[in-house]
């Protein structure tokens, strides 16, 4: 009996100690508290400032890229909606058939406390480019990573990554990355 009370009571007598200790009673209505994002910048602008209202009404970011839209690049598996380093994605990785396929993932990153002019270099440098009359940026991987983002401006302070990774080369991962956001995601996104 006493091995019994040792093994169950104590702990939970322990644990229950604990607990008291950290907790406190303030009076009040209790509210979520607003923490700033890790990865915001460090402004007194609302991401959702003037200039199209921001990325705020995307729900999802798996409605900016479809199956069908990527149908010219092979078959994809379903896609894979998740937050990355602050930013809401939606990735498809393109299916392998035979030794000789490329793997490729294409996706679409929407961040929402991050402007086009916070696009980082990966190693080709950063250009600027008209999507569909958006003025983007482009940043390749360049000679070491086969991979390349085209950052779409959807407000002052929010923008939405088209990224392809795991081609041949850059020029070919810019081509796909430009193509997707020209015919797919920039139609889709909400007008400035």
């Known amino acids: 009996m006493s091995k019994l009370l ?50 705020q009404s995307i729900t999802d970011p798996c409605t900016l890229i479809e199956p069908g839209d990527l149908s010219s690049y092979g078959e994809f ?9 602050g930013a809401r994605t939606c990735n498809y990785q393109k299916k392998i058939a035979s030794a000789s396929d490329k793997s490729m993932v294409i996706g679409a990153n929407i961040r929402d406390t991050a402007s086009v002019d ?11 480019k ?17 991979g390349c983002t085209v950052a779409l401006p959807v407000g002052d302070s929010s ?3 088209v990224a392809v990774i795991g081609v041949g080369t850059a020029d070919e991962a810019c081509q796909i990355a430009e193509a997707v956001a020209k015919s797919a995601v920039e139609p889709r996104l909400p007008k400035e």
Request: net charge negative.
């Open 6 to 55: 040792v093994r169950v009571v104590l702990p939970l007598v322990a644990g229950g100690a604990l607990l008291a200790g950290c907790t406190s009673t303030q009076g009040g209505t209790a509210s979520p508290v607003q923490s700033p994002s890790a990865s915001a910048p460090e402004t007194s602008e609302n991401s959702s400032s003037s200039g199209g209202g921001g990325t």
């Open 77 to 85: 598996n379903p896609p894979r909606n998740q937050t990355v380093g």
């Open 118 to 128: 916070q696009v980082n270099d990966t190693g080709g440098g950063v250009v600027d």
């Open 159 to 161: 923008r939405v990554d």
């Open 130 to 146: 008209d999507i569909n009359g958006r003025k983007a940026k482009e940043a390749s991987g360049g000679a070491s990573v086969a």
